[in-house]
């Protein structure tokens, strides 16, 4: 005990300012305040303190040390950042400084910078950090569960049920790499993550984990063994994964129509070398439904909901980045395997193959935890190095500075359009605006000023506008929505804002793409049937109200059994 205490002690001595500052931005998003709808709020937050963070402790480095060493490892990994970075700006879907995902892409590339200056002593303090927050996390996750369900996904952590296994089964791995020694700490604490993991009911991680323990296992018997083990295995892994397909099968047909969706759609061969820019993937993500859609058959009509991402992030880099951007993803994790084989790493091996598996049936990249965790494990061992240039050749100076300058202007509008956000959603629940039109008209024109590119904020503008009637103002901020992030629901309301303007061609067509874009609903039919029934078409009329009597109910619900007797008994009535 008294060992124990002397280190911890030790450890406090040997932190920084820097240091503690990366602590209270991994507390940050260990522990959320923050509920569902406030995510891009947390993001911005998140990227603004890790840039600000992470340049302080690059200039501190480079200072002291007057110069920077890098290995091939990491010129790959700056060359995808530089890359996706480049392409964005030159795309047509930055919206700066809206796209929350270039913010983040510069953020964790500040991050890796900082790492790979980072000495054996500082990742070793790094890395008690993450094994902090990785406690803190799964405390705050038991307690959400035994406390309520519900909650978790009120306000709940920056990871979801699923994200948090993905964290987790990489985390695993890192893990056990540094653990030097195989005492009762270890294991229990091991046991607990494994545990876990199970709780999460998270398919994806625990084949990535069972796929990883198998290569760990390859490592260890003699040729002689290694096909037959390898096979049995194999076979296993085969029974287990066919067991999980079993117990959702609509999961997995939901991934592989996302991915067809897709692939398939013309826009994914815009741009095809350089991408379409990043974030786009997630804005478009309905469209690509939506143009599948057409001509599916009902089952997979059935499978499309609302989401924000092709659950494969290698699909997905391929639209945000283009053939360039996915080949050098692909090369950095085929190098960084190949990188810990040779140095038998075995652990961190199996931690990269974890991710590479995540990467396929999920979006690990979502989840700023993931990134860090990957970042911070592509440091590891870092050899081959050699000098570039230091802080004294004038050329390196004069572009530092500009770089800094540029990252300093980056954080300020970051924390502008933060401080609008946390504004936005001070007001964003309030009904004062029907009974305070002008001090509403007043603070909505402020904040849309600034959040103009944000389509959440126009929608709720939007929604406010109709309660006042205002359907003109109303449609203007629906069109704009609708073009950076087309969903069904901003549809129906577009349409409803086109019927009550007398637009009744246009209201008819935004009612039937939202039936395209999520066919599985009946809202939009119901909104359909009622502006035919107003037109008088009884033909068209009739169809529809036929049409929602026959098509199947995913999701029972009262709304469905009230619309659903709602067309029952208009053609009973004809």
């Given at each position: 005990?008294?060992?124990?205490?002397?280190?911890?002690?030790?450890?406090?001595?040997?932190?920084?300012?820097?240091?503690?500052?990366?602590?209270?931005?991994?507390?940050l998003?260990?522990?959320?305040?923050?509920?569902?709808?406030?995510?891009?709020?947390?993001?911005?937050?998140?990227?603004?303190?890790?840039?600000?963070?992470?340049?302080?402790?690059?200039?501190?480095?480079?200072i002291?040390?007057?110069?920077?060493?890098?290995?091939?490892?990491?010129?790959?990994?700056?060359?995808?950042?530089?890359?996706?970075?480049l392409?964005?700006?030159f795309?047509?879907?930055?919206?700066?400084?809206?796209?929350?995902?270039?913010?983040?892409?510069?953020?964790?590339?500040?991050?890796?910078?900082?790492?790979?200056?980072?000495?054996?002593?500082e990742?070793?303090?790094?890395?008690?950090?993450?094994?902090?927050?990785?406690?803190?996390?799964?405390?705050?996750?038991?307690?959400?569960?035994?406390?309520?369900?519900?909650?978790?996904?009120?306000?709940?952590?920056?990871?979801?049920?699923?994200?948090?296994?993905?964290?987790?089964?990489?985390?695993?791995?890192i893990?056990?790499?540094?653990?030097?020694?195989?005492?009762?700490?270890?294991?229990?604490?091991?046991?607990?993550?494994?545990?876990?993991?199970?709780?999460?009911?998270?398919?994806?991680?625990?084949?990535?984990?069972?796929l990883?323990?198998?290569?760990?296992?390859?490592?260890?018997?003699?040729?002689?063994?290694?096909?037959?083990?390898?096979?049995?295995?194999?076979?296993?892994?085969?029974?287990?994964?066919?067991?999980?397909?079993?117990?959702?099968?609509?999961?997995?047909?939901?991934?592989?129509?996302?991915?067809?969706?897709f692939?398939?759609?013309?826009?994914?061969?815009?741009?095809?070398?350089?991408?379409?820019?990043?974030?786009?993937?997630?804005?478009?993500?309905?469209?690509?439904?939506?143009?599948?859609?057409?001509?599916?058959?009902?089952?997979?009509?059935?499978?499309?909901?609302?989401?924000?991402?092709?659950?494969?992030?290698?699909?997905?880099?391929?639209?945000?980045?283009?053939?360039?951007?996915?080949?050098?993803?692909?090369?950095?994790?085929?190098?960084?395997?190949?990188?810990?084989?040779?140095?038998?790493?075995?652990?961190?091996?199996?931690?990269?193959?974890?991710?590479?598996?995540?990467?396929?049936?999920?979006?690990?990249?979502?989840?700023?935890?993931?990134?860090?965790?990957?970042?911070?494990?592509?440091?590891?061992?870092?050899?081959?190095?050699?000098?570039?240039?230091?802080?004294?050749?004038?050329?390196?100076r004069?572009?530092?500075?500009?770089?800094i300058?540029?990252?300093?202007?980056?954080?300020?509008?970051?924390?502008v359009?933060?401080?609008?956000?946390?504004?936005?959603?001070?007001?964003?629940?309030?009904?004062?605006?029907?009974?305070?039109?002008?001090?509403?008209?007043?603070?909505?024109?402020?904040?849309?000023?600034?959040l103009?590119?944000?389509p959440?904020?126009?929608?709720?503008?939007a929604?406010?506008?109709?309660?006042?009637?205002?359907?003109?103002?109303?449609?203007?901020?629906?069109?704009?929505?609708?073009?950076?992030?087309?969903?069904?629901?901003?549809?129906?309301?577009?349409?409803?804002?086109?019927?009550?303007?007398?637009?009744?061609?246009?209201?008819?067509?935004?009612?039937?793409?939202?039936?395209?874009?999520?066919?599985?609903?009946?809202?939009?039919?119901?909104?359909?049937?009622?502006?035919?029934?107003?037109?008088?078409?009884?033909?068209?009329?009739?169809?529809?109200?036929?049409?929602?009597?026959?098509?199947?109910?995913?999701?029972?619900?009262?709304?469905?059994?009230?619309?659903?007797?709602?067309?029952?008994?208009?053609?009973?009535?004809?």
């Amino acid at each position: 005990m008294k060992k124990l205490l002397l280190h911890k002690i030790k450890f406090f001595k040997i932190i920084s300012t820097n240091d503690i500052a990366l602590l209270a931005v991994s507390v940050l998003f260990a522990l959320r305040w923050f509920p569902n709808n406030h995510r891009n709020l947390f993001f911005f937050i998140f990227s603004g303190l890790s840039i600000l963070a992470a340049l302080i402790f690059i200039v501190k480095k480079n200072i002291r040390k007057s110069y920077w060493k890098l290995d091939t490892k990491y010129i790959l990994i700056f060359v995808f950042f530089i890359f996706s970075i480049l392409s964005t700006i030159f795309s047509s879907v930055l919206y700066f400084p809206d796209n929350k995902n270039f913010i983040l892409y510069l953020a964790y590339f500040l991050i890796f910078m900082a790492f790979s200056l980072t000495n054996a002593v500082e990742r070793k303090i790094l890395f008690g950090m993450f094994n902090l927050l990785v406690v803190l996390v799964i405390i705050q996750y038991i307690l959400i569960l035994l406390i309520n369900k519900d909650y978790y996904t009120i306000y709940g952590l920056t990871l979801n049920k699923s994200t948090l296994a993905n964290v987790l089964a990489i985390y695993f791995f890192i893990f056990l790499h540094n653990s030097k020694k195989i005492n009762i700490f270890n294991v229990v604490y091991a046991t607990i993550l494994i545990l876990v993991i199970l709780s999460t009911g998270s398919r994806t991680a625990i084949i990535a984990v069972l796929l990883s323990l198998i290569v760990i296992f390859s490592f260890k018997f003699d040729r002689k063994q290694l096909f037959s083990s390898v096979s049995i295995l194999g076979i296993v892994l085969g029974g287990i994964v066919y067991g999980l397909y079993l117990w959702r099968p609509d999961s997995v047909k939901g991934r592989l129509l996302l991915w067809k969706a897709f692939l398939s759609s013309s826009e994914s061969i815009k741009d095809l070398f350089f991408g379409r820019g990043l974030g786009y993937s997630e804005f478009k993500t309905q469209m690509f439904l939506k143009s599948y859609l057409q001509n599916s058959n009902t089952p997979e009509q059935l499978l499309a909901g609302s989401t924000f991402s092709p659950m494969n992030e290698y699909v997905q880099i391929f639209i945000d980045s283009g053939i360039i951007g996915a080949f050098l993803f692909i090369v950095i994790l085929v190098f960084t395997s190949y990188y810990f084989i040779i140095r038998k790493k075995l652990f961190l091996l199996a931690a990269n193959i974890s991710f590479m598996s995540i990467c396929f049936f999920s979006y690990p990249l979502y989840s700023p935890f993931i990134w860090i965790l990957l970042l911070f494990f592509w440091t590891f061992n870092n050899e081959m190095k050699y000098k570039v240039f230091g802080y004294k050749n004038l050329y390196f100076r004069t572009i530092a500075v500009f770089i800094i300058c540029f990252l300093l202007f980056t954080v300020f509008k970051i924390s502008v359009h933060s401080f609008y956000l946390i504004k936005w959603n001070n007001v964003q629940s309030k009904v004062d605006y029907l009974y305070d039109e002008p001090g509403f008209q007043k603070t909505y024109t402020i904040l849309n000023k600034q959040l103009s590119n944000t389509p959440d904020f126009l929608s709720d503008y939007a929604q406010k506008l109709q309660a006042l009637s205002r359907y003109d103002q109303s449609k203007k901020m629906l069109e704009k929505a609708v073009r950076i992030e087309p969903t069904a629901e901003r549809l129906m309301l577009l349409g409803y804002d086109c019927e009550m303007l007398d637009f009744y061609d246009k209201a008819e067509y935004y009612y039937k793409n939202a039936i395209q874009t999520q066919p599985k609903l009946f809202r939009p039919r119901y909104l359909l049937l009622k502006l035919y029934i107003k037109l008088d078409k009884r033909t068209l009329a009739k169809d529809v109200a036929t049409n929602i009597l026959l098509f199947p109910v995913k999701v029972p619900s009262q709304e469905v059994k009230d619309i659903k007797m709602a067309a029952k008994n208009y053609l009973s009535g004809i």
